[in-house]
């Protein structure tokens, strides 16, 4: 019960296989009281068809497209009428249109790499500023990241691009609400087989070498995204933060495979 008593948001769950919903389940069996949200109305569907299974009813469940500023107002004050001081936000949540995830990135549109970086990286940086009059001088937040931040992935492209302003965004946002105790910390997650993931060109091969040259010599599974995010919303990484953690099974550490 790492989590006990503490009101956590997490945006945005699409299905069942989503990370945001491996990290629901894991906060919730460590006792948190959550606010999950989802892109829309049809995402909306999904979400109420598998919430039954938590432990804890969600204090609320809330739609917010980060595209719309008006939509980070809206569900900051929603946020507050249902939870008030809240404790924890998750960042699960990007996008890059998906002829920007194959090809060249050199042939990537200006229009394609605005909106990867306003879905994939501003959206950490309007919901931390929306949410900051809610947050307890001990919250945590959370945002995940992919190793195509700091290194080539074939395919990755624009969105790698989006998660290093992820990143960067990390350790900025630390430094700015450090004083006030909030802590500010990402996980870079191996590949995982969800819904964003399979909008990237060449996935299920990826996923099936990464498996070969990772130091466990196995892909990563979704839980164990899921209690890293524990541990980082938790006490016990109070210590931490700014930090960008990779939960990749060791893949980041190796120079070369056999
Ligand atoms: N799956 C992987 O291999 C992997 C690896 C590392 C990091 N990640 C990251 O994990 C996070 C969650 O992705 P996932 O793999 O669970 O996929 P997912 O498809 O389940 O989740 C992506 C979420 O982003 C939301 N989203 C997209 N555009 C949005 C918008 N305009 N406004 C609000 N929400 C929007 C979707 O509705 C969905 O809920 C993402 O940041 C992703 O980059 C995934």
């Not at 989503?18 to 919730?28: L, T, V």
């Not at 950490?124 to 700091?150: C, E, K, M, N, W």
Request: charged share 20%.
């Amino acid at each position: 019960m790492l989590l006990a008593d503490k009101r956590i948001v997490i945006l945005n769950i699409a299905n069942k296989r989503s990370i945001a919903w491996a990290i629901a389940k894991q906060m919730d069996a460590h006792g948190a009281q959550l606010i999950l949200g989802c892109q829309n109305e049809r995402m909306r569907k999904n979400l109420d068809s598998i919430v039954n299974s938590l432990v804890r009813p969600p204090l609320a469940i809330v739609e917010c497209d980060v595209s719309e500023d008006a939509d980070i107002t809206r569900t900051a004050e929603f946020v507050r009428e249902a939870a008030g001081t809240i404790h924890g936000l998750v960042h699960c949540l990007a996008y890059a249109p998906r002829e920007a995830l194959g090809d060249a990135f050199v042939d990537t549109k200006r229009a394609h790499f605005h909106t990867a970086m306003s879905i994939s990286a501003y959206s950490l940086v309007a919901l931390t500023r929306a949410l900051r009059p809610l947050f307890a001088d001990t919250a945590s937040i959370l945002a995940l990241s992919y190793l195509g931040a700091q290194r080539v992935v074939p395919n990755y492209n624009v969105m790698g691009v989006a998660k290093a302003a992820l990143e960067a965004s990390i350790r900025y946002l630390a430094y700015d609400l450090g004083p006030s105790g909030v802590r500010v910390n990402g996980i870079s997650a191996g590949p995982v087989n969800t819904l964003a993931a399979r909008g990237v060109s060449g996935f299920v091969d990826m996923l099936d070498k990464h498996q070969h040259r990772t130091p466990l010599r196995r892909n990563i599974d979704i839980d164990e995204v899921a209690t890293a995010a524990v541990f980082l919303a938790s006490s016990l990484s109070s210590g931490i933060t700014g930090e960008t953690m990779f939960v990749d099974a060791g893949y980041n550490t190796m120079g070369m495979a056999e």
